[in-house]
T-cell receptor, first 110, second 113 residues
Framework: GQNIDQPTEMTATEGAIVQINCTYQ??????LFWYQQHAGEAPTFLSY????GLEEKGRFSSFLSRSKGYSYLLLKELQMKDSASYLCAVRDGGDYKLSFGAGTTVTVRA | DGGITQSPKYLFRKEGQNVTLSCEQN?????MYWYRQDPGQGLRLIYY???????QKGDIAEGYSVSREKKESFPLTVTSAQKNPTAFYLC????????????FGSGTRLTVV
């Protein structure tokens, strides 16, 4: 089975940095994904890590440590449009399906 | 443009009625998935299919049924046996053997009254 934990809510100020942590315990591992989801909409892909280390994509970065079962998503230079839910998802080792955490709701304040 | 289409966006049904949610993709993806999302909860896997004419139960399959007669289509039926069907339903697809994530449809919000 899969157990994926992330904080429920976070609040930050426009222009600041926020780090969303995700810990996982899974029966298999073939990559970790981060998705952004605005209320009432479908999730959109942000980042993917399969090897240890940091992946940077513009204002968003994601880090993975497989030995610790840990990842974080770093959002820099926060903008109001970044207010959304951020979902951590782990891909199963065998059949490519994703298991999702409950999501972290980030609120950006002016 | 290629994509994945769910319809309808909003659906209302009376308790005790079966209802079918549509999901169609033109991405030539092998695998398709159905997830359910409830407020404050993550996406929970209902059913998935990696190839035509084959599908597997996910974590919460009870009260649901699917078919995969065509590569492009993966409809989900919410039966009267599903105790609490009101939720946001998301369909997704992916290419097996490729280290990519999912492409999601825009979702169907089902309300049972």
């Amino acid at each position: 089975g899969q157990n994926i934990d992330q904080p429920t809510e976070m609040t930050a100020t426009e222009g600041a940095i926020v780090q969303i942590n995700c810990t996982y315990q899974t029966s298999g591992f073939n990559g970790l994904f981060w998705y952004q989801q605005h209320a009432g909409e479908a999730p959109t892909f942000l980042s993917y890590n399969v090897l240890d280390g940091l992946e940077e994509k513009g204002r968003f970065s994601s880090f993975l440590s497989r030995s610790k079962g840990y990842s974080y998503l770093l959002l820099k230079e926060l903008q109001m449009k970044d207010s959304a839910s951020y979902l951590c998802a782990v891909r199963d080792g065998g059949d490519y399906k994703l298991s999702f955490g409950a999501g972290t709701t980030v609120t950006v304040r002016a | 443009d290629g994509g994945i289409t769910q319809s309808p966006k909003y659906l209302f049904r009376k308790e005790g009625q079966n209802v079918t949610l549509s999901c169609e993709q033109n991405l030539n993806h092998d695998a398709m998935y159905w997830y359910r999302q409830d407020p404050g909860q993550g996406l929970r896997l209902i059913y998935y299919s990696q190839i035509v004419n084959d599908f597997q139960k996910g974590d919460i399959a009870e009260g649901y049924s699917v078919s995969r007669e065509k590569k492009e289509s993966f409809p989900l039926t919410v039966t009267s046996a599903q105790k609490n069907p009101t939720a946001f339903y998301l369909c997704a697809s992916s290419q097996t053997g490729v280290l990519d994530g999912y492409t999601f449809g825009s979702g169907t919000r089902l309300t049972v009254v």
